[in-house]
């Protein structure tokens, strides 16, 4: 891991972290975006993929060091389901609702990419999202994804 990629995780786990009840005592973690699993330790770009974003080096650094593109999951939840298009979609809205839909837009409105086109998708998905994000409404949809992926809320 580079250094700049290793002061971002660093900044995350600090800004994120949450208090949680623990067998019966008050405890300071942080928690896998995708199912609340404890103690996560690997960094995922949400929105723009490294992927995407390989072959313009420009495009790719910005990508893999922006707070507002990365989740924090742990490593079954990374490597089993941070792709599947549910999920893609609930970590993008994590942010979107960590960060503000504006700063998401204007982040997206600023990177160099080689087609605008690949630009007006990259914002129609948060404006999408941004729409649909309405309280309860993830518990509706993510729920019953997550029981058929067998996680359980912890
Ligand atoms: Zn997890």
Wanted: proline share 4%; hydrophobic share 40%.
């Amino acid at each position: 891991m580079d250094i700049d990629r290793a002061a971002l995780k660093a900044e995350i786990i600090l800004e994120r972290k949450v208090t949680r009840l623990l067998n019966g005592r008050l405890v300071v973690l942080n928690i896998c975006d995708l199912a609340g699993c404890m103690n996560p330790t690997d960094l995922h770009e949400c929105l723009i993929s490294r992927g995407m974003a390989r072959g313009n080096p420009v495009l790719e650094e910005a990508v893999l060091h922006s707070k507002l593109n990365v989740s924090l999951l742990c490593r079954k939840c990374h490597m089993d389901r941070a792709d599947t298009t549910t999920f893609r979609r609930l970590l993008i809205s994590k942010n979107i609702d960590r960060y503000g839909l504006a700063p998401m837009v204007g982040w997206v409105k600023s990177l160099p990419f080689a087609a605008e086109s690949q630009r007006e998708e990259y914002l129609n998905l948060l404006e999408d999202l941004a729409r649909e994000m309405k309280p309860g409404r993830w518990a509706e949809v993510v729920e019953p994804a997550l029981w058929n992926y067998g996680v359980r809320r912890g």
